[in-house]
């Protein structure tokens, strides 16, 4: 690991020595560090493919500012790191410029698209089929309003066991009403 380190370092002060042979290959090396740093943060791989053309020109434009007394790939992950948060926030900005407006799209929806025609009534036939346990906490809860510690109480329950029933009369109604 301390050979690879030093094979960066090295390759950076032969390359700000003048040595251009070295400075192709420091170039090289560093895109294929950085790669999977940046596949993992972007989706795309053009994104990848342009940030990591920026991130290189930030690096030539930076080089004089390398210490060569300090290891190369953290002064290499900071200028990678730096160019992708300006990336992401250009990019995000740019979303957020061309997002659609809820009051817009307001106007344009139907008055009652937020109305839903179930209710406890509606579907109360459901209900009355399924076990006893399930009926009567789902009655309680939507019909008479009881939250769900009440109902423990009243049936003797223990809070999370109503939960967990009403959980699951939830699952078979919703499976019976999509049919």
């Known amino acids: 690991m301390t050979d690879q380190n030093e094979n960066f370092e090295s390759l950076m002060r ?29 989706s795309f791989g053009n994104e990848v493919d342009d940030l990591m053309q920026e991130i290189l020109v930030s690096i030539h ?9 300090r290891p190369f790939k953290p002064w290499v992950y900071a ?23 809820f009051d817009e ?10 109305v839903s025609e179930l209710n406890y009534e509606s579907i109360s036939v459901e209900v009355q089929k399924l076990p006893e346990k399930q009926a009567t906490i789902l009655q309680l809860m939507h019909q008479e309003g009881y939250t769900a510690k009440e109902v423990a109480e009243k049936m003797g329950m223990k809070e999370s066991a109503v939960k967990v029933a009403a959980h699951r009369a939830y ?4 499976n019976k009403l999509e049919q």
């Open 79 to 101: 200028i990678a790191t730096f160019r992708l948060q300006d990336f992401l926030r250009s990019h995000y900005s740019d979303h957020l410029r061309h997002a659609v407006d």
């Open 14 to 42: 032969q390359s700000l020595a003048g040595d251009q042979r070295a400075y192709a290959i420091l170039l090289q090396k560093t895109s294929r560090l950085l790669r999977p740093f940046l596949a993992k943060r972007l």
């Open 61 to 69: 434009k930076a080089r004089h500012t390398y210490d060569g007394n």
């Open 171 to 174: 699952k078979v109604l919703r």
């Open 105 to 114: 799209l307001e106007e344009t929806l139907p008055e009652n698209v937020t």
